[in-house]
């Protein structure tokens, strides 16, 4: 069977990842410091000078830490350790000791990470840096304007996915999910193709295009446009042909003349109707 003190010590040597930022001073907490005869008493008025605090950086040997302090302790056993940019300057591991009379010695590790990559992945305070070799399982060639450049297949060109106002060619059967559509947002797709609503100001330029199009721009045979265009010229040229401005105007005289003349006839009538109407009852005489 396994003692208590030695789960102890296996719990104790088991640490999650702690990180620091590189040249950075910082203070950390460093325990349990217990007694080192029963091996379960916090220790919580040990001296803990400089000369105690030992660091070795990657492996190195070890030195007394630069930061001229010693160590305060806290409560139960724990005790704060200051550091200071020195201390912190290289990156990989650096690993912590403090030995002193009367407890066990305490070591704790921590990882120096450049100080972007720290203030992304532990303070948030800034994007992730990051070098990308692959992009979508295509190497990158190289970086424009802080975007990847990939080929994509053999026939596609280099292409910067970020960059905007670009043409990119698609493989045959490259999915796409279509979010707009010439800056209109898109709807839903009917057999494969997007479906957009345009807005007030779309229609009304769409209907302008349509309508407002002058005839001697539309060339298209066989299209509305030209059957319009066409048709126009021949009614033109019938009229034109057959009918010259003085026929005209002795046509308008003639329908005048015309007018005139009807409207004469219809008062003779009137009076032909006033006159039967007034003899109609007059007495018959017969002579022998």
């Not at 003692?3 to 325990?31: C, N």
């Not at 009807?262 to 017969?286: C, E, F, H, M, N």
Request: charged content about 15%; hydrophobic content about 40%.
């Amino acid at each position: 069977m396994y003692q208590a003190s030695y789960f102890l010590k296996v719990l104790r040597g088991i640490r999650m990842t702690k990180y620091l930022r590189q040249s950075t001073t910082a203070t950390r907490v460093i325990g349990q410091f217990v007694d080192s005869t029963d091996g379960v008493t916090p220790k919580t008025a040990l001296t803990i000078a400089q000369s105690d605090i030992r660091l070795s950086k990657n492996g190195g040997t070890f030195a007394q830490s630069h930061n001229s302090a010693g160590a305060t302790s806290m409560e139960e056993g724990y005790y704060s350790v200051p550091l200071d940019a020195t201390d912190t300057s290289d990156l990989g591991l650096l690993d912590i000791t403090i030995t002193v009379g009367g407890a066990f010695g305490v070591r704790d590790t921590y990882e120096v990470l450049p100080a972007p990559v720290f203030d992304a992945f532990v303070s948030g305070s800034v994007d992730f840096p990051a070098n990308c070799l692959q992009w979508n399982s295509h190497a990158v060639n190289e970086v424009v304007s802080g975007s990847p450049v990939v080929t994509l297949g053999a026939a596609q060109a280099a292409y910067a996915p970020a960059k905007a106002g670009d043409a990119m060619t698609l493989e045959a059967d490259q999915a796409v999910n279509v979010k707009k559509w010439n800056s209109h947002a898109v709807n839903e797709a009917v057999n494969g193709d997007p479906v957009c609503t345009l807005d007030a100001t779309a229609v009304t330029a769409l209907s302008s295009a349509v309508w407002d199009k002058l005839l001697t721009n539309i060339s298209q045979a066989n299209s509305i446009g030209k059957l319009i265009q066409d048709t126009s010229a021949l009614i033109d040229a019938k009229i034109s042909s057959r009918l010259s401005t003085a026929d005209a105007d002795d046509l308008e005289n003639a329908v005048e003349e015309l007018t005139a003349a009807l409207s004469t006839l219809q008062a003779i009538q009137t009076q032909i109707s006033q006159i039967k109407t007034r003899t109609d009852g007059l007495p018959v005489v017969q002579y022998p």
